[in-house]
């Protein structure tokens, strides 16, 4: 009997291991649709690749050197989606958790799934973020990590308003280890539903989120969305351009906020006011910003803007199109966003590009950068 059991178990750990090999890749096996990427209290850096019918995660911990071997997320094939703004999330808790999230055409058009692991090598079957997937489309997830090293997730809902509404709302609900979503609960209305979801961690540990909202008369300016201390959520306005638009800007904004707890936000408009992308900072909790500064070359579409916080030093970067290559551009303020130095072109490509985006990691600032000639590149902005 105790022979019988043990070859039972042996038998059991040799197909174990034989099904993980089989769902291990090395990063020239893939050939990706997008990557979006953090950094870890390690300094490690986490890759979350999509192609058509899977998603995978890799690390590195030689600043991109060289890669782990990937990890499959979705056993199964699904038909993976996803564009600048609704592109893939991955984060990482002090723990070594690791949360995913990511669009596929399933239930509806827009449906977003979550997955987690606790080490990083196996990962939980994915679930839809949204508990009424079945009945309503859902989209634009954004994904961080709380005080209390849990996800939550973001995102916006057409529940209650149908896929040809103009606006739709904004949800959230919380994302666990064990790889289940609590119950989504609105939080917002009036959210521009093409634009991607833009939040930022103050120092106290409160998430704040930056989004474009439709306002009356169809205005798609933006706003700040913050859980109060009674545990309500609060919206404001914090824009003032003016886009009278029905139509989808595909331009979601960027938000920081550095460890005094100031706003660092910016963001794209082509409003009866200003034009063009846009930079200003809040001491106020996102009340009142400052006036607002711009950024970029207007006549090569500056846009996508992406932030980081350093102690005092304020990065940005935006993407610039001279009708041939996508150019990556970088500022740096060394004292909280009063001035700014001249603008560096950090990288350049005439293929198609994904968004770029900035990481902090031992006192340094990096581009995060994917593009299907030159492949996915961290570069450092000094």
């Given at each position: 009997?105790?022979?019988?059991?043990?070859?039972?178990?042996?038998?059991?750990?040799?197909?174990?291991?034989?099904?993980?090999?089989?769902?291990?890749?090395?990063?020239?096996?893939?050939?990706?649709?997008?990557?979006?990427?953090?950094?870890?209290?390690?300094?490690?850096?986490?890759?979350?690749?999509?192609?058509?019918?899977?998603?995978?995660?890799?690390?590195?911990?030689?600043?991109?050197?060289?890669?782990?071997?990937?990890?499959?997320?979705?056993?199964?094939?699904?038909?993976?989606?996803?564009?600048?703004?609704?592109?893939?999330?991955?984060?990482?808790?002090?723990?070594g958790v690791v949360y995913v999230t990511y669009a596929a055409d399933d239930y509806r058009p827009w449906t977003a799934f979550f997955s987690s692991s606790?080490?990083?090598?196996?990962?939980?079957?994915?679930?839809?973020?949204?508990?009424?997937?079945?009945?309503?489309?859902?989209?634009?997830?954004?994904?961080a990590v709380n005080k209390e090293g849990v996800a939550v997730l973001f995102w916006h809902d057409n529940r209650e308003h149908g896929t040809?509404?103009?606006?739709?709302?904004?949800?959230?609900?919380?994302?666990?280890?064990?790889?289940?979503?609590?119950?989504?609960?609105?939080?917002?209305?009036?959210?521009?539903?093409?634009?991607?979801?833009?939040?930022?961690?103050?120092?106290?540990?409160?998430?704040?989120?930056?989004?474009?909202?439709?306002?009356?008369?169809?205005?798609?300016?933006?706003?700040?969305?913050?859980?109060?201390?009674?545990?309500?959520?609060?919206?404001?306005?914090?824009?003032?351009?003016?886009?009278?638009?029905?139509?989808?800007?595909?331009?979601?904004?960027?938000?920081?906020?550095?460890?005094?707890?100031?706003?660092?936000?910016?963001?794209?408009?082509?409003?009866?006011?200003?034009?063009?992308?846009?930079?200003?900072?809040?001491?106020?909790?996102?009340?009142?910003?400052?006036?607002?500064?711009?950024?970029?070359?207007?006549?090569?579409?500056?846009?996508?803007?992406?932030?980081?916080?350093?102690?005092?030093?304020?990065?940005?970067?935006?993407?610039?199109?001279?009708?041939?290559?996508?150019?990556?551009?970088?500022?740096?303020?060394?004292?909280?966003?009063?001035?700014?130095?001249?603008?560096?072109?950090?990288?350049?490509?005439?293929?198609?590009?994904?968004?770029?985006?900035?990481?902090?990691?031992?006192?340094?600032?990096?581009?995060?950068?994917?593009?299907?000639?030159?492949?996915?590149?961290?570069?450092?902005?000094?």
């Amino acid at each position: 009997m105790l022979q019988s059991l043990a070859l039972v178990i042996v038998l059991g750990l040799t197909a174990c291991a034989g099904s993980s090999e089989k769902h291990l890749f090395s990063a020239s096996q893939i050939v990706p649709n997008q990557i979006s990427t953090t950094i870890d209290s390690h300094g490690w850096l986490w890759r979350l690749l999509t192609d058509d019918q899977h998603v995978y995660v890799d690390h590195s911990e030689d600043r991109g050197k060289s890669y782990s071997q990937a990890v499959v997320v979705n056993a199964q094939a699904q038909k993976i989606r996803g564009n600048n703004e609704d592109r893939p999330h991955i984060a990482v808790n002090a723990k070594g958790v690791v949360y995913v999230t990511y669009a596929a055409d399933d239930y509806r058009p827009w449906t977003a799934f979550f997955s987690s692991s606790i080490d990083g090598l196996v990962f939980s079957k994915p679930v839809p973020v949204s508990d009424q997937a079945k009945n309503a489309q859902h989209g634009l997830v954004n994904l961080a990590v709380n005080k209390e090293g849990v996800a939550v997730l973001f995102w916006h809902d057409n529940r209650e308003h149908g896929t040809d509404a103009s606006a739709a709302a904004l949800y959230w609900a919380k994302g666990q280890a064990s790889g289940t979503v609590s119950a989504g609960q609105k939080i917002a209305e009036s959210q521009c539903e093409c634009c991607a979801i833009a939040m930022a961690t103050e120092p106290t540990g409160e998430i704040v989120l930056f989004t474009r909202q439709v306002y009356f008369g169809q205005i798609r300016d933006h706003g700040f969305v913050r859980q109060g201390l009674t545990g309500a959520w609060q919206s404001w306005r914090a824009t003032n351009d003016g886009w009278n638009i029905e139509a989808c800007p595909e331009q979601g904004p960027a938000l920081s906020i550095d460890h005094t707890g100031r706003y660092h936000a910016a963001w794209f408009t082509q409003g009866a006011r200003r034009q063009g992308l846009f930079y200003a900072y809040s001491d106020e909790q996102g009340r009142k910003l400052s006036e607002p500064k711009a950024f970029g070359d207007a006549q090569q579409l500056a846009g996508h803007p992406a932030l980081a916080v350093m102690d005092n030093q304020i990065g940005m970067v935006w993407s610039e199109f001279d009708g041939n290559q996508t150019h990556i551009r970088f500022v740096l303020s060394k004292d909280q966003g009063l001035t700014w130095s001249a603008v560096k072109t950090l990288a350049h490509s005439s293929s198609e590009a994904g968004a770029a985006s900035l990481k902090v990691s031992d006192a340094h600032m990096y581009v995060s950068w994917y593009t299907k000639a030159e492949g996915y590149r961290l570069i450092p902005a000094e």
